[in-house]
């Protein structure tokens, strides 16, 4: 079993910057591919970006590339989203997710889910 925790969101004006983390409980975490995603009101869940068990595979949404980077530290058990050049678009509830299987791009493809933070930016 594996718990995830996600904090860093808020409310920041558009153009600026946020660092989201996502803490997992267990011994397993290096383990699994971590991934973000993300839900804006009405919508569905957003594919945003994963990275490997081992931190040297990435992948992002295409429309995630430029101010998107995920990183993860696995000493810390944490995995990190930091958004650059904030839109209102970017507007959603962010979530992290775990994955055994490698660095999927689809949630069906997870594993564990964490609750969410949620990022509001204002314009």
């Known amino acids: 079993q594996v718990q995830l925790v996600e904090s860093g969101g808020g409310l920041v004006q558009a153009g600026g910057s946020l660092r989201l983390s996502c803490t997992a409980s267990g011994r397993t975490f290096s383990s699994f591919a971590m991934g973000w995603f993300r839900q804006a009101p009405g919508k569905g869940r957003e594919f945003v970006a994963v990275?490997?068990?081992?931190?040297?595979?990435?992948y992002y949404a295409d429309s995630m590339k430029g101010r998107f980077t995920i990183g993860r530290d696995h000493a810390k058990n944490t995995v990190y989203l930091d958004i650059n050049s904030l839109r209102p678009e970017d507007t959603a509830v962010y979530y992290c997710a775990a994955a055994r299987n490698v660095v999927p791009r689809t949630a069906p493809g997870y594993d564990y889910w964490g609750q969410g933070t949620q990022v509001t930016v204002s314009s």
């Open positions: 990275i490997s068990a081992s931190g040297r595979i990435t």
